[in-house]
């Protein structure tokens, strides 16, 4: 029977049964569940979000009844949280077991696979159907936290090379400001361009804070792992539904993740022949334009910097009473993103 | 008879499946099954069946079989229905 384990000593077995398979215990999760055979742990999984992870089952009940039982579980809780579709990431000798319990393979790597339980992605196409366009198109990924004059460049300069381009805004939030509030200040902001359409990233696209590596080497390269299964995910799924022929990223000096994403996608991509295009990015008083800057300025409430780092849509909002809270948890936010 | 939230029942063990019901405006049923390929349009016929019997004409029903036979397809419906319009 599959239990939730909720105790220390629980959680120790959980942890001594994952590392014996050589595999990494992360803290990260909701619901760790597993299941006992005289008084001792034969196998374990847990759930964090939509994503399945630590599944691990001891090497002498494999092929057994384990690995339904504990889906089932992760399922019903994942369900009643409220989430329709599930991810597993998984070494490539266990996709087999996966597909066979409805499991979807979205992203084939030689290291990892990642499979999708439900039909979030076959959702997630057909609800945009009606913004695909035919000819040579483009694409940019943005975060936009918030808004600044320079996606206002990249966008723009982007669009002006290819017949529509999908501004996807990152769904995940993990930054300042929440997604709504992103996804509207780049709707206003780019209103006047006729040849965009913006959309959400939904799930599909992955992040490195999201990315579970407990199956992974501790010598494993695991952010450009993470970046790679985010590209193919994109250029096997997103992009040929779009027709995006062209992805627009912007120069990044200063932000060494940033600037690896770049060389991983002009690798990755081209494999599946999609161009990648670094757009030098706009600069003010000799220093690029970043939403860290405009982060800043606003935590010093430097209001003419500010303006001049912003469109006016932006700005206006940033100076609202609705921004009022938004500027409050500024002061505390510590992180780069 | 009308989905008034969201259930599910069965689990995801061999020759077994999991429903998942869920109110909406209209009747939507999909079917994922490892057998899918041979059986889909048997395994919604008798998804049809138990729907019609109950007088569910709206909904999302969503199917994941793993080969399950007839009566576990109409028992775990009936279960996810029952839970479903409570």
Known sequence: MVVRLFNDRDWQQARRLIETQGLQFEENFEVLLGIFEAGELIATAARERNIFKMICIRNDHQGGPCLGELITELLNSGSYAGFHSFFVFTKPEHKFSFEQLNFTPLVNHHKICLLEYGTGLKHYLTRHQSLTKPGLNGAVIVNCNPFTLGHRYLIETAAARVDHLYVFVVREDRSVFPFDIRLRLVREGTADLPNISILDTSDYAISSVTFPAYFLKQDDDIQTLQMELDLILFAKHIAPFFQIRKRFIGTEPYCRTTRIYSETMLRVLSGFNIETIQLERQKNRNKVISAFRVREALKKEALETLRDLVPETTFQFLLSDQARELRARLLDYQRRH | ?86
Do not use: N, W
């Not at chain 2, 077994?16 to 999909?30: G, K, N, S």
């Not at chain 2, 899918?36 to 569910?56: D, N, S, T």
């Open chain 2, 1 to 86: 008879m009308q989905f008034k939230r969201k259930a599910q029942a069965g689990t995801m063990q061999s020759s077994d499946l999991m429903v998942f019901l869920e109110p909406a405006d209209e009747l939507r049923i999909e079917i994922e099954s490892t057998v899918k390929k041979q059986f889909e349009p048997l395994i919604r016929r008798q998804i049809e069946a138990v729907l019609k019997k109950h007088q569910i004409r709206s909904g999302q029903v969503r199917i994941s079989d793993r080969g399950a036979l007839d009566y576990a397809i109409v028992a775990r419906l009936e279960a996810g229905i029952k839970r479903a319009c409570s």
